[in-house]
């Protein structure tokens, strides 16, 4: 069955905002907590598996438990939209999206068109590098400014949205908080198949909040990229500007 869905409905369900509903999702976005041009939320998160039979010590990871880390983007709305699956517990967040397409994209002039119309952005956490298309918060290094305070309280405000998603993810899809299967391949295709299954409940309205509350399981923490002295100019720069475009709402 999985097989199945991935083979028929993942590139159906499972894609990337385009036409209309670019501006659907920047609107849903900025109705959240007023913040412009989000094209979507990124996060991490870690599915317990069995420990595989081959270089089982790469899946282990910073909790201690063997894993497959999956990279996902979701709109406002807690649609997945975008899905990588497959990489060892072991494997740093930010290491994962960079071999994503979308993260190859942001490096990529030509590429970036299809994922970023009107130099849109997705909000990550702090660990994922700053870029243009990759808003992430101010590291608080216990000297923020009250400007950059707020945009760190808009930023995760609306970055809640993946948090959110993973959460009804696991809690409508139980078998995800431990994976008994040894063969990879199997393991990639059934996580994905869930993702799958995911929205086309919602696009069928299902969403109960008991799901919610029973997909929230501890992650392991998250690896904080040190600082942004490394981050492009222009990432800089813009997020400041987002940071003045957020201050008239407090």
């Known amino acids: 069955m999985s097989q199945l869905i991935n083979r028929h409905l993942l590139k159906k369900f499972i894609k990337w905002p385009s036409g209309d509903q670019v501006q659907d999702v920047f609107h849903g976005f900025e109705r959240t907590r007023h913040f412009p041009k989000v094209i979507g939320a990124l996060d991490g998160t870690h599915i317990p598996i069995k420990t595989p039979k081959k270089d089982g010590e790469v899946y282990i990871n910073r909790k201690k438990f063997h894993s497959i ?5 979701c709109d406002h709305q ?11 517990g ?6 994962v999206f960079k071999n994503t397409k979308l993260g190859i994209a942001c490096e990529n002039i030509e590429k970036r068109k299809d994922f970023f119309p ?22 608080d290094n216990g000297a923020l400014t009250k400007l950059e305070k707020d945009y760190n309280f808009y930023h995760s405000s609306t970055r809640m949205k993946i948090e959110n998603a993973f959460a009804y993810l696991k809690g409508r ?11 990879p391949q199997r393991l990639v295709e059934f996580i994905t198949s869930c993702f799958v299954m995911h929205n086309i ?23 904080e990229i040190e600082a942004d002295r490394d981050a ?3 990432a800089v720069a813009k997020r400041r500007a987002i940071s003045g475009l957020l201050s008239v709402f407090n």
């Open 69 to 73: 880390n999956v990279a996902a983007v």
């Open 78 to 88: 807690m649609m997945f939209t975008f899905v990588c699956v497959g990489w060892p």
């Open 90 to 95: 072991s494997t740093h967040d930010s290491r």
């Open 118 to 139: 009107e130099k849109c952005h997705i909000l990550a956490d702090s660990a994922y590098e700053l870029n243009e298309f990759v808003m992430t918060p101010f590291k």
């Open 173 to 183: 899809f139980r078998r995800l908080k431990y994976i008994d299967m040894h063969d």
């Open 201 to 223: 409940c919602l696009l069928n309205s299902d969403t109960v909040e008991e799901y919610l509350n029973d997909g929230e399981i501890e992650e392991p923490p998250a690896q």
């Open 232 to 234: 492009d100019v222009t």
